[in-house]
């Protein structure tokens, strides 16, 4: 019985010629693939290739029955939609470099290795990227689960005329890297955000290191690199860049730590290419009068529409001392009847509305 049964075993196992057989085909499919959707995209613009684009890879992870995961489906159409679009042609998009930091990894994630990715030095640069036509996207960091919003990119979005068309969020992983061991670090580099989410565990494992701000994950890892005791707060990526070991995993003190990105791009708000996927979110921005009870009376609007708001944060008004902005998101798409009609009743209580996309709603990846 055991020798029948090897045999048999034996009999099921795949042959090479078999695999190399299905490469075949995957290979004829995936140029063939390719060449349609290059051709549909030479008639669209880069937004509406974007939004189409997240779409169908929507579409393919819930079909996904495995064995593979859905990161690794992922992966492989992210590459697979990246290289369609390069044939039309290609796609740039400005992020918040340099290589190797969270930014570039969520740029990855959402476009692909096939974009041209280009590292700006500031967020405001990649807002001009965009504005002034020097790239079809941008992505931005615009809120932090722990740290709040990202300050900078909302007063962009409050001068710039670009709109949010997307977002990436993504979950953080930090490590601690080094060329020592653990126990001889005496200075660890990172950004300032990095460091704050991992003060907690800094603090229990590490409490005599100096702790030193530097521009970005990507410079410290650079730093450690070359400083004999010292170590930085880095994604792996950024270590494996640099040669680092990793002296410690997943240090971020929240274990739901997702910083949210925004694609950015130049189509108008309510555009073709704005399309609802029944599962959307649209960000605005409003100004009201500096009078008693008219906060209140604008988020009873969205109380009375039905309309579940994700996030609302105030910042102050350059040169106006104690008035202040408001930026909202909330669940819904701008061609749904109840957002029109709270935008309706919002822009006769405000003294100032910009709506800045609409676009659909994402998991965070990673």
Request: aromatic share 6%.
């Amino acid at each position: 019985m055991t020798a029948k049964k090897n045999t048999t075993q034996r009999a099921k196992k795949p042959s090479v010629r078999q695999i190399e057989k299905l490469d075949r085909e995957i290979l004829a499919l995936v140029n063939q693939r390719a060449e349609l959707q290059a051709a549909r995209a030479a008639s669209a613009n880069s937004e509406t290739q974007f939004s189409d684009d997240a779409e169908v890879l929507e579409k393919i992870l819930q079909q996904n029955k495995g064995p593979l995961s859905d990161h690794a489906v992922r992966s492989v159409f992210r590459e697979l939609l990246g290289g369609g679009r390069a044939m039309a042609r290609q796609v740039r998009v400005a992020f918040l470099g340099p290589e190797y930091t969270y930014s570039h990894l969520a740029a990855v994630e959402c476009f692909g290795q096939s974009t041209e990715l280009v590292p700006v030095g500031t967020i405001a640069a990649a807002f001009e990227e965009v504005e002034h036509g020097q790239s079809d996207f941008g992505l931005v960091p615009i809120e932090n689960s722990t740290d709040g919003g990202i300050v900078d990119t909302l007063e962009c979005l409050v001068r710039s005329p670009v709109k949010i068309c997307g977002e990436v969020p993504l979950h953080i992983h930090h490590c601690l890297l080094g060329i020592c061991a653990r126990k001889a670090v005496r200075k660890i580099y990172s950004k300032p955000q990095a460091l704050s989410q991992c003060r907690n565990w800094l603090s229990k494992h590490l409490p005599a290191a100096e702790l030193c701000a530097v521009a970005s994950t990507a410079d410290a890892a650079q730093r450690a690199a070359s400083e004999q005791g010292a170590a930085a707060i880095a994604s792996e990526q950024a270590g494996t860049n640099h040669s680092l070991s990793v002296l410690a995993r997943n240090i971020e003190d929240n274990r739901d730590n997702v910083t949210r990105f925004a694609i950015i791009g130049r189509e108008s708000v309510g555009s073709d290419s704005s399309q609802r996927t029944g599962n959307d979110k649209t960000s605005l921005v409003f100004e009201i009068s500096h009078q008693p009870g008219a906060l209140a009376d604008a988020m009873g609007i969205f109380k009375r529409q039905k309309l579940n708001m994700t996030w609302i944060e105030s910042f102050p008004m350059p040169g106006k001392r104690g008035r202040y902005l408001f930026f909202v998101e909330l669940l819904g798409h701008i061609k749904d009847l109840r957002v029109r009609r709270a935008l309706a009743s919002l822009e006769k209580k405000t003294e100032r509305l910009t709506v800045l996309g609409s676009y659909a709603q994402a998991d965070p990846i990673g």
